[in-house]
């Protein structure tokens, strides 16, 4: 009834009414047919009827009751599993409802319950109250239906099954966009059969086959049905692939940016857990060695692993993955659409082009008259003196204190660019740190162009602070960019700074918020609450100096992103079993 009305009905009835969702306002264009069950209502022969018509079951429960939980595996799968086909399971589904009323997540209680049935798809938190991933349900239950797990992957086995090797019509519908006579497709599986005894398996044509048929057609002149089939997949004349499929058009207009979309994501997300082969959520150098096979070079250097997240061996983490994915569509789009072009985004995805992956973001000056922004990442420039601290900051960011980062970075495969995810409201928002060297004549306007900066200083050094201050003198003291000081190494004793005025009373003066104190020379893992406020201060660059200093909104805004963070991570091993 939320997904329906767009708001939670005062009364809620035992049962609500049959639901059909038409096509055109899905985003996988197929119509919905929605049937609620109440145990109060019905009884047990219409729930097996119902089971019986059912493509996908979505078993809800909620997340303050612990029998509500524990009646998932106890009643409903058992009884589903009775009355279905043990080779044709029906997807399921598990919906952890009511989570307006907890600040837990039930994600550690339900992960178990999916490492044990195999066909469970996927399990989603939602809130009907607040309509919070209430959409997000039914749109994976529809993935559910048309791009199953059991199909494709053997959870015992932790491998692709066997048939996925076969070609069935795909190519056929792909490349000519006219889909075989069933006559047709029989007669040329049956000359297969008769040249090659592995050329046809589970009434498919096998790799062997298919480059048989091809054999077949250009020995009988038909070189054209080759070549259809080789220029839809890219390649030229040369069989490389050619310019117009890797780099297609895309017009970027001034002041907007370039971000993934959802799709892209749940792409990537597929081909990092294809070569994430030991499933530990890191792709060690052989794994992603392996995902870069398809390039003809190696796209990512070894400053790639300073730039993201990695793990404890140095290995790039799922979301390190990710981030560097979204850096590359911020800071060089092209480059990414080249990168997609090699995995075969377009055709695997049925897309005109790439272009389909990248969301241009609107004109940045809009969002300032509206006072909000749709965007999902914002640049952060870093600026400061040399031996100010601005590497150390970057790589806190990261999740690595003085000693991790002094110990396993080398010089030469140094980043400047550190990324990756910040909550901001619950909301989950990417921020791209990057460290302006300290030319102070030479910035340009690429260096000045942000949503926040960062002015670090070394409190230890006293004339640390004195190009922060002629730095925002000269370059942001009219800008309408927020800008944050730094008060770098914390840790150490703070000496007097060499410039007319401290930078508490500078930050007066000029109506910033006060310094902000920071160490990355920490036992554990740095504090990232700076970052925190720093995306908070892009996305709402039109708050005054006085609504950030207010403690209300810091916590407002950075209330909950611990939670967020590990559900966000629980969600991941969820939807890994999925994919």
């Keep these: 009834m939320s997904l329906v009305s767009e ?12 639901i059909t969702i038409p096509a055109d306002v899905t985003p996988e264009r197929v119509p919905t047919h929605i049937v609620d069950y109440s145990e109060a209502e019905q009884s047990d022969e219409q729930l097996y009827q119902e089971i019986s018509k059912a493509n996908v079951i979505c078993i809800v429960y909620s997340v303050n009751n612990k029998k509500s939980i524990e009646k998932v595996t106890s009643h409903w799968i058992p009884l589903i599993n009775e009355r279905t086909d043990k080779d044709s399971r029906v997807p399921l589904i598990l919906v952890g409802n009511k989570s307006d009323l907890v600040e837990h997540s039930s994600m550690e209680t339900i992960l178990p319950i999916m490492n044990q049935y195999s066909e469970i798809e996927t399990c989603v938190e939602c809130s009907a109250k607040n309509l919070k991933n209430i959409s997000e349900l039914f749109y994976y239950a529809q993935k559910a239906v048309l791009h199953p797990t059991g199909p494709l992957y053997s959870p015992e086995d932790k491998e692709m099954k066997p048939s996925r090797g076969c070609l069935h019509t795909h190519t056929q519908l792909t490349c000519f966009n006219i889909p075989l006579a069933p006559q047709a497709l029989e007669d040329v599986k049956n000359v297969v059969r008769k040249n090659m005894s592995d050329g046809v398996k589970d009434n498919g044509l096998t790799l062997k086959g298919f480059l048989f048929l091809h054999t077949l057609f250009i020995q009988r002149g038909r070189h054209e049905t080759t070549w259809t089939v080789l220029r839809r997949f890219g390649y030229d004349d040369d069989l490389e692939l050619t310019q ?17 979309n959802h799709n892209a994501y749940l792409f990537l997300q597929s081909v990092f857990d294809k070569h994430d082969k030991d499933r530990d959520c890191a792709l060690s150098p052989d794994e992603l060695k392996d995902l870069f096979k398809v390039f003809p070079y190696m796209p990512w250097g070894p400053d790639v692993n300073n730039t993201v997240c990695t793990n404890e061996q140095g290995w790039i983490t799922y979301q390190g993955y990710l981030s560097q994915w979204t850096l590359t569509t911020y800071l060089d789009v092209q480059r990414c659409l080249e990168y997609l072009g090699y995995l075969g985004y377009s055709i695997i995805q049925e897309q005109e082009s790439q272009t389909a992956a990248v969301t241009i973001t609107r004109n940045k000056r809009i969002d300032l008259q509206k006072k909000q922004t749709q965007r999902s990442v914002f640049r952060c420039n870093v600026l400061g003196a040399r031996g100010s601290g601005k590497s150390g900051f970057l790589q806190a960011f990261l999740g690595r204190n003085l000693a991790v980062s002094t110990d396993r970075i080398r010089e030469d495969h140094m980043s400047y660019y550190a990324m990756s995810t910040t909550y901001v409201y619950g909301q989950e928002k990417y921020l791209l740190l990057h460290e302006v060297l300290p030319d102070f004549e030479f910035l340009s306007e690429a260096d000045l162009a942000c949503d926040v900066v960062c002015l670090v200083y070394d409190i230890s050094n006293p004339r640390s602070f004195e190009y922060c201050a002629k730095v925002y003198k000269k370059h942001f003291l009219d800008s309408k960019t927020p800008c944050v000081i730094i ?35 920490t036992d554990e893992a740095p504090s990232k609450d700076i970052c925190t406020k720093l995306t908070t201060m892009a996305m709402y660059p039109h708050m005054t100096q006085a609504d950030l200093k207010n403690s209300t909104f810091w916590l407002r805004a950075s209330v909950g992103a611990t939670v967020f963070a590990v559900l966000g991570f629980a969600m991941y091993k969820a939807l890994l079993k999925q994919r």
Excluded: G, W
């Design 7 to 18: 708001e939670f009905p005062d009364e809620v009835p035992l049962r609500a009414e049959e």
């Design 244 to 260: 117009e499929y890797l780099f297609p058009l895309l017009k970027i207009p001034p002041d907007c940016t370039t971000e993934l």
């Design 487 to 521: 008060a770098a190494k914390s840790d150490l004793h703070e000496a007097r700074q060499y410039y007319s005025l401290s930078p508490l009373d500078f930050c007066r003066k000029h109506k910033l918020h006060p310094p902000q104190m920071f160490t990355c020379n």
